[in-house]
């Protein structure tokens, strides 16, 4: 009896004592729309133009349980039809991301939307920890509308994921040596503005179908799975995975149009959800699944309430004997 009660007050304190593994999510979007005398935005600061984000990250984000639906939006639009002219993103808690931007209207303009999610893995044990991060992206298109001429416009969509690593120092309690990177990249590009040649360009792993006629120069792209191996998380280090995702277009001439996106973002629904998986002897492929937390306080709980049920049978077993 002494020691089913210690079994209980040890699962009712699993929560109090913390988890093995920790994870933190934050997601944050913006876009930007200017065309003529209108200067549109909503959602986090974008600068102009936006050729490609910044590398700093100062993270105002909207912190959200991992694998969650809640999700950050933006969307700014010049008239009631947004086919017409706008820019629009979208991120969940769960690591779902579209972005996309429409010029129909064939003003000249600049048009910019993202969408960050980031995910912090703090390992509070001694072991070291490895994880595979699976994600998709949405069928894409970068495309000129109306023909090119010289000098006529700049468009890309892009996906990337970065890394920052904390490891502690073994001879400074309290400090961390941080290292960080690039983990992949992903983009379809038109620039016809800064190149005379090699316009339409994009990332060996999107496969790509580009189409040019008089009317019109377009990209699009297939559905892509991807997985990368992140980083190995020491004993007590801490790993943030960094999912960004953007579209932006800089049309310079009238009568030309475009459009650029990642997925549907006019729907604002998010698309796949990215999920991680803990790293084994065996790299197979998991069911899906929104995100996988495997090392997380409910898997401990679990496996705390199954070895106190082993001893409590054993310990029935030995008083009816």
């Given at each position: 009896m002494?020691?089913?009660n210690?079994c209980?007050?040890?699962?009712?304190?699993?929560?109090?004592?913390?988890?093995?593994?920790d994870?933190?999510?934050?997601?944050i979007?913006g876009?930007?729309?200017?065309?003529?005398?209108?200067?549109?935005?909503?959602?986090?600061?974008?600068?102009s133009?936006?050729?490609?984000l910044?590398?700093?990250?100062?993270?105002?984000?909207?912190?959200?349980?991992?694998?969650?639906?809640?999700?950050?939006?933006?969307?700014?639009?010049?008239?009631?039809?947004?086919?017409?002219?706008?820019s629009s993103?979208?991120?969940?808690g769960?690591?779902?991301?579209e972005?996309g931007t429409?010029?129909?209207?064939?003003?000249?303009?600049l048009?910019?939307?993202?969408?960050?999610w980031?995910?912090?893995?703090?390992?509070?044990t001694?072991?070291e920890?490895?994880?595979?991060?699976?994600?998709?992206?949405?069928p894409?298109e970068?495309?000129?509308?109306?023909?090119?001429d010289?000098?006529?416009?700049?468009?890309?969509?892009?996906?990337?994921?970065?890394?920052?690593?904390?490891?502690p120092k073994?001879?400074?309690?309290?400090?961390?040596?941080e290292?960080?990177?690039?983990l992949?990249?992903?983009?379809i590009?038109f620039?016809?503005f800064?190149?005379?040649?090699d316009?339409?360009?994009?990332?060996?792993?999107?496969?790509?179908l580009?189409?040019?006629?008089?009317?019109?120069?377009r990209?699009?792209?297939?559905?892509?799975?991807?997985k990368?191996?992140?980083?190995?998380?020491?004993?007590?280090?801490?790993?943030?995975v960094?999912?960004?995702?953007?579209?932006?277009?800089?049309?310079?001439r009238?009568?030309?149009?475009a459009i650029v996106?990642l997925?549907d973002p006019?729907?604002?629904?998010?698309?796949?959800?990215?999920?991680?998986v803990?790293?084994?002897?065996?790299?197979?492929v998991?069911?899906p699944?929104?995100?996988l937390?495997v090392?997380?306080g409910?898997?401990f709980a679990?496996?705390?309430?199954?070895?106190?049920?082993n001893?409590?049978r054993v310990?029935?077993?030995?008083h009816?004997?």
């Amino acid at each position: 009896m002494l020691r089913l009660n210690l079994c209980l007050a040890i699962l009712l304190g699993a929560r109090a004592i913390g988890a093995p593994i920790d994870f933190t999510t934050g997601i944050i979007s913006g876009v930007r729309l200017v065309q003529g005398p209108f200067n549109l935005q909503e959602g986090a600061y974008l600068d102009s133009p936006l050729i490609q984000l910044a590398e700093a990250r100062p993270y105002t984000a909207q912190i959200v349980p991992t694998g969650s639906d809640e999700k950050s939006e933006s969307l700014v639009r010049l008239v009631g039809n947004r086919n017409f002219s706008q820019s629009s993103a979208v991120v969940t808690g769960a690591g779902a991301l579209e972005v996309g931007t429409r010029n129909d209207l064939r003003v000249v303009g600049l048009h910019s939307a993202f969408s960050r999610w980031y995910t912090t893995i703090k390992n509070n044990t001694d072991d070291e920890i490895d994880f595979d991060f699976f994600f998709s992206i949405l069928p894409g298109e970068v495309t000129l509308l109306g023909g090119r001429d010289q000098h006529t416009a700049h468009l890309r969509a892009e996906a990337f994921i970065d890394y920052q690593l904390l490891s502690p120092k073994e001879d400074d309690p309290g400090a961390y040596d941080e290292t960080k990177g690039r983990l992949f990249d992903y983009f379809i590009d038109f620039d016809d503005f800064n190149k005379s040649h090699d316009i339409e360009t994009h990332s060996p792993n999107a496969s790509v179908l580009c189409i040019n006629t008089t009317l019109t120069n377009r990209c699009t792209s297939l559905a892509f799975d991807g997985k990368v191996n992140l980083p190995t998380i020491p004993g007590r280090g801490e790993l943030t995975v960094f999912y960004d995702m953007f579209a932006h277009m800089n049309v310079f001439r009238n009568e030309k149009g475009a459009i650029v996106q990642l997925g549907d973002p006019t729907d604002l629904t998010g698309g796949p959800v990215g999920r991680f998986v803990q790293r084994s002897g065996n790299d197979t492929v998991p069911e899906p699944a929104s995100i996988l937390l495997v090392g997380s306080g409910a898997f401990f709980a679990v496996m705390l309430r199954r070895r106190c049920t082993n001893r409590s049978r054993v310990s029935r077993a030995a008083h009816l004997g």
